[in-house]
């Protein structure tokens, strides 16, 4: 069964009553066209200042007639670790996508991207306020008024709960390495390794609490993955390098014309 949800279930339930909200052409302007390869739009949600949040569905075109696993990549979680939006803004771009069926969310935190700060516009850390394992932290890492207190943290929420991903991949800044405290190890070294990037323990100095990726793990079949960049990744690894390291991650691959 794709879902297994144990103490949350009441909270996820009453998020997911929320039906996800169709791309219109109010968001249109403020945002990039989408490209020759691009599926659908959504906008899933929207921010503390009312930015939408955009996920684009990419199109997938199978390798030998298999269609490959359903991927979701986020990034700007925290709005001063922008540079991967590099990395999904080449694959929203490219010609096409063989071999995954892969959703991109390119900017999670749109109002921290906005100010370049770590947190939303309610001084909240968005991967502090997810209902596994919160408690009420200060500080940098303010984990917000309750478990998935923020618009954010639940439009990400009802998003996965609907997808249900095989794999979800969490890019952020500045750490460099690829998190191996997680229900699967063995698939996180792999990571590291095709992304050219250490294999290491995120553990926050004991538990991270209130984490997307930790939410998600405990919750469903699928699995969420922690990936940190340095604090400044060329743009040549974000634009031309690292998007193919990722699609082969899954065994995919991508047609990107004259980029990179």
């Given amino acids: 069964?794709?879902?297994?949800?144990?103490?949350?279930?009441?909270?996820?339930?009453?998020?997911?009553?929320?039906?996800l909200v169709i791309s219109s052409s109010s968001a249109a302007p403020q945002h990039p066209a989408a490209a020759g390869n691009v599926l659908e739009q959504k906008v899933i949600g929207k921010s503390v200042r009312g930015r939408p949040i955009l996920a684009w569905h990419l199109d997938d075109r199978p390798i030998e007639g298999?269609?490959?696993?359903?991927?979701?990549?986020?990034?700007?979680?925290?709005?001063?670790?922008?540079?991967?939006?590099?990395l999904l803004e080449t694959l929203r771009k490219a010609r096409a996508i063989h071999g995954a069926d892969v959703w991109l969310v390119p900017t999670y935190n749109p109002d921290g991207?906005?100010?370049?700060?770590?947190?939303?516009?309610?001084?909240?850390?968005?991967?502090?306020?997810?209902?596994?394992?919160?408690?009420?932290?200060?500080?940098n890492y303010e984990s917000g008024a309750h478990p998935g207190s923020e618009p954010e943290t639940r439009a990400m929420m009802r998003f996965l709960t609907e997808l249900q991903p095989d794999y979800v991949l969490s890019f952020h800044q500045p750490l460099h390495g690829v998190d191996l405290d997680n229900k699967r190890p063995?698939?996180?070294?792999?990571?590291?390794?095709?992304l050219r990037l250490p294999a290491t323990t995120l553990d926050c100095g004991g538990v991270c609490h209130g984490t997307m990726t930790g939410w998600y793990n405990h919750n469903f079949d699928g699995f969420a993955l922690t990936v940190e960049y340095g604090?400044?990744?060329?743009?040549?690894?974000?634009?031309?390098?690292?998007?193919?390291?990722?699609?082969?991650?899954?065994?995919?691959?991508g047609s990107f014309g004259g980029q990179g």
Avoid at 67 to 84: C, R, S, W
């Fill in 66 to 86: 298999h269609k490959g696993p359903t991927v979701l990549l986020i990034a700007a979680m925290h709005g001063n670790e922008g540079a991967p939006r590099q």
């Fill in 1 to 19: 069964m794709r879902r297994r949800f144990v103490r949350t279930f009441a909270l996820v339930a009453a998020l997911v009553c929320a039906p």
């Fill in 231 to 253: 604090a400044r990744p060329s743009q040549r690894l974000m634009r031309a390098v690292a998007p193919r390291q990722v699609l082969r991650v899954f065994g995919a691959f």
């Fill in 113 to 139: 991207l906005a100010a370049h700060h770590r947190r939303n516009a309610h001084g909240v850390d968005l991967n502090r306020n997810y209902p596994y394992h919160w408690v009420d932290l200060d500080g």
């Fill in 186 to 194: 063995g698939f996180s070294r792999k990571v590291a390794h095709t």
